[in-house]
Structures are given as C-alpha cells and as structure tokens.
C-alpha cells in the first residue's frame, strides 16, 4: 500500500507570494492533518480535516488554510508568506479522528521564504 | 492545554549501550501515547503507542509503558545500534470530549550512537 505522498517536496518563494501544497494520503484513509515543523518551535498542529471538514485548527494565522476533496486529497495554502514561514509542511493521514489512531506521516515539503 | 515534555539532547550513547529517553505529559482526559522516530531527511515513523494506562508499546526493540499515575511514557531500549540515531518525538493525542484534536509532539530527543 503506497504511503502518504506530498508534492512539491521542495519549494523556494519570496516575501508576500502564496504557495499551495498537497498532500495525497493512504488508500481508505479520511483524517488529515498538517503540521509545522521548525527549529525553533518544533511540531505545531495546523489543522485536521475528516470527510472534507475541517475539525480542529492549531494556533496560526488566518493566513494558513487548507481543503479536503472528497477522494482525501488534502491541499494547504498560506497566503502573504513572511521569512518566519520558512519550515518543513508535514502531513499525516489516519482511518478517522479516533484518538488510539496512529497518524501516518508524509516525506513533508521544505518551503524556504527569501 | 496538552504539553509533552522530552529531553532535547543531543543524547550520544556508544553502541550496545542501554537508552532511556524520558517522556512527561499533561493532558485532560485520557490521552493516547506515541514515540515517533525521524531519520534526517525523512517524515516521522511511528514507532510504537498504547492507547490506556498500563499499555506497554513496543517495536524493533523500543517500549514504553503508558504511567498514569506519573503520566510518564518513557522510551527504553536494551542495546542501541548505529542505525538507531535520528531524532525521537514523545507525542500524545487528546481527542476530549469527541472532538478532534491534532497530536501535540515533545521538543524531540536527538539520539547519537556512536560505534
């Protein structure tokens, strides 16, 4: 069974651009979720979508967005990217939003700001 | 709200050596335990979880118990290998009141055995 995939794995953008990401997860799974990973703050929680809603969002911007199409497919957007942005996007999938669910993670995209 | 407190490291142990990595929680509820394991370059693999008090996880080698009553889910491994340097993540998912909630990860361990 294929993992979960993201795409674009690396990404370079400039101060005030917009980037859209995509994650495609595991066959049969409907939960996704994306986080931040960075030095400084480590792994934050973005948001979690389940059947194309989204359930529960972490604390970040209005700037950071995402969608659920109905095969899964799960994309993030981030509008007006500021430096602080810059970050490996990682995604994960799950069966459902049951907690004992493990979260199966995706390669992430390394977004660099300039 | 949920925390998960780990050692940051970097931890450097010899090979053959006995790990321990220590991992403290703080979460409403009943929370689910995981260890996630990320290899530089690569996204996190589970490694093990248990999902109630007094569940012992285990894998290649690793367990960890689920203490409640010290709310502790320490990692443990009998003798390390080279190939188990990479950075360990203590995470918990909290899901209270049936909502959904995200996992909320430690700082992560960076773990170095040397040969």
């Known amino acids: 069974k294929a993992g979960v995939t993201q795409t674009p794995r690396y990404l370079i953008k400039t101060r005030g651009q917009q980037v859209t990401l995509s994650c495609s997860p595991i066959?049969?799974?409907?939960?996704v979720s994306w986080y931040q990973q960075t030095p400084g703050q480590g792994l934050q929680f973005l948001f979690e979508?389940?059947?194309?809603?989204?359930?529960n969002k972490g604390n970040f911007p209005g700037r950071f967005s995402g969608r659920q199409f109905s095969n899964s497919r799960s994309e993030m957007n981030v509008s007006t990217l500021e430096l602080g942005d810059s970050a490996l996007y990682l995604c994960?999938?799950?069966?459902?939003?049951?907690?004992?669910?493990?979260?199966?993670f995706g390669p992430g995209t390394r977004l660099t700001v300039l | 709200g949920d925390s998960v407190t780990q050692m940051e490291g970097p931890v450097t142990l010899s090979e053959e050596a006995f790990l321990t990595i220590n991992c403290t929680y703080t979460?409403?509820?009943?929370?689910?335990l995981f260890w996630y394991v990320q290899y530089p370059g690569e996204g996190l693999q589970l490694l093990l979880k248990?999902?109630?008090?007094?569940d012992k996880g285990s894998n290649k080698g690793f367990e960890a118990t689920y203490r409640k009553e010290t709310t502790s889910f320490h990692l443990e491994k009998g003798s390390v290998q080279v190939s188990d340097s990479a950075v360990y993540f203590c995470?918990?998912?909290?899901?209270?009141?049936?909502?959904?909630?995200?996992?909320?990860f430690g700082k992560g361990t960076h773990l170095i055995i040397q040969p």
């Open positions: 066959s049969g799974h409907r939960s």
């Open positions: 248990a999902t109630k008090a007094d």
């Open positions: 979460a409403t509820g009943y929370p689910s």
């Open positions: 994960a999938s799950s069966l459902s939003v049951n907690s004992y669910n493990e979260q199966f």
């Open positions: 995470a918990l998912s909290g899901r209270s009141g049936g909502g959904a909630d995200g996992l909320t």
């Open positions: 979508y389940f059947s194309e809603t989204q359930r």
